[in-house]
């Protein structure tokens, strides 16, 4: 559980309520978590999204696990300790951007399934949808494809930890979505999306 250590800090309500904002955007806020082992397809998949819902005029912002350890992150590394502050930070920045009215796309490895629970937790107790995509693509594909290389590197003993080799990946037990990049293509994972956003009212 992380630690509050700010003191003497109050929560300050803004002049503008949430539903004000997405009634005069004609938007609404919600955070798509796309989960699965690396070279599962998920930023793929999540590139594709944000692009097409741009394109229809939806407000639509990725979050990319690597993009985020350049920045953010940083300062962060791959213990389960490490890992569990970074999915948390996510959470709530992922929670801000939907809180904006962003259709907020997220591609982690997120490999606990605790880690999860916590940022759906998060959106829930704000009032704001919290859509589960696994990227369910068996570990011998994503080993096939390897687009940066991991899995040689840690089946050579030269990364240890590493998700779905000497480390678990803990699949969820109800996603919202489950999309296979291994038997469908991108445009069709991407329609996917693009159909259970619409089941639900997030789109029009």
Request: hydrophobic fraction near 35%.
């Amino acid at each position: 559980m992380t630690q509050t250590k700010s003191t003497n800090i109050t929560w300050h309500e803004g002049d503008i309520s949430r539903d004000e904002r997405w009634k005069a955007l004609n938007c609404t806020g919600a955070t798509m978590w796309f989960t699965g082992l690396s070279g599962s397809g998920k930023s793929t998949v999540a590139s594709a999204l944000e692009q097409t819902l741009v394109n229809r005029g939806i407000n639509s912002y990725r979050l990319d696990g690597d993009n985020i350890r350049h920045g953010l992150n940083k300062n962060l590394g791959f213990s389960a300790e490490d890992r569990t502050e970074n999915i948390r930070r996510i959470g709530e920045v992922a929670k801000l951007f939907a809180d904006a009215g962003s259709v907020c796309l997220t591609s982690f490895i997120s490999p606990y399934r605790s880690d999860r629970d916590l940022c759906r937790a998060l959106h829930h107790e704000s009032g704001i949808r919290f859509i589960e995509v696994f990227v369910d693509t068996p570990l011998d594909v994503c080993e096939e494809r390897d687009p940066k290389g991991l899995y040689k590197k840690a089946r050579a003993g030269e990364i240890k930890g590493f998700t779905g080799i000497d480390d678990p990946y803990e699949a969820p037990h109800n996603a919202e979505l489950v999309i296979r990049t291994a038997e469908r293509s991108v445009d069709e994972c991407v329609e996917d999306c693009i159909s259970y956003l619409e089941a639900q009212g997030i789109l029009s």
